[in-house]
């Protein structure tokens, strides 16, 4: 079975400074995909970042980065320069076979 | 490329009647998820399914069903509605579904039981 940890409930930050919201995670398999998902209050979930488990570079997409440390099972979020509109709730999800495990969720609160 | 679409966007109903959600994936995507969300337990998987066939099951009871259609559109069905029904319901698609694909959800639909 999988599980997500996402430890932090709520986290605050200035706006334009970087913040990292902590995940770990559990599995026995040996493949598996590694996503981070933004859910605004609208409810919609969007897409952020994705690691492989094979991957031996941290992905990267634009503010967004994925700091993945296997050994530790753990896949953290990095976002930097902080925005406004950043304000949501943040998930993050292990693919395994055809389904998702989400964590609990990050609720994080850009101020100005 | 339209998003995966999702109707109705709002429903209410009250105990005891059935509902019927309605997803749309990405034009080529084959593969079509579902998940419900609530504030007490979080993001539950439902189901999957892909070409017509469903894959993986979640833990819910028997009362929730679903079904794809060979243009790959989804239907989710409901019966005897509880009160602890009441969540939001996600849709996702992707082409295959394996381990390294992206799952893009759809804006979901708010089901208030009364």
């Known amino acids: 079975a999988q599980k997500i940890t996402q430890t932090q409930p709520g986290m605050f930050v200035q706006e334009k400074e970087a913040v990292t919201l902590d995940c770990t995670y559990d599995?026995?398999?040996?493949?598996?995909?590694l996503f981070w998902y933004k859910q605004p209050s609208s409810g919609e979930m969007i897409f952020l970042i994705y690691?492989?488990?094979?991957?031996?570079q941290n992905a990267t997409e634009g503010r967004y980065s994925l700091n993945f440390q296997k050994a530790r099972k753990s896949a953290n979020l990095v976002i930097s320069a902080s925005q406004l509109g950043d304000s949501a709730m943040y998930f993050c999800?292990?693919?395994?076979?055809?389904?998702?495990?989400f964590g609990k969720g990050t609720l994080l609160t850009v101020n100005p | 490329k339209a998003g995966v679409t999702q109707t109705p966007r709002y429903l209410i109903k009250t105990r005891g009647q059935q509902v019927t959600l309605s997803c749309s994936p990405i034009?080529?995507?084959?593969?079509v998820s579902w998940y419900q969300q609530t504030p007490g337990q979080g993001l539950q998987f439902l189901f999957e399914?892909?070409?017509?066939?469903?894959?993986n099951k979640g833990n819910f009871p028997g009362r929730f069903s679903g079904r794809q259609f060979s243009n790959s559109r989804s239907e989710m069905n409901v019966s005897t509605l509880e009160l602890g029904d009441s969540a939001l319901y996600l849709c996702?698609?992707?082409?295959?579904?394996?381990?390294?694909?992206?799952?893009?959800f759809g804006p979901g639909t708010r089901l208030l039981v009364l």
């Open positions: 996702a698609s992707s082409l295959r579904d394996s381990t390294q694909e992206t799952q893009y």
């Open positions: 599995t026995s398999d040996q493949s598996y995909g």
């Open positions: 690691q492989g488990s094979y991957d031996e």
């Open positions: 999800a292990m693919k395994a076979i055809y389904k998702l495990t």
């Open positions: 034009s080529g995507h084959r593969s």
């Open positions: 399914y892909f070409s017509e066939t469903q894959r």
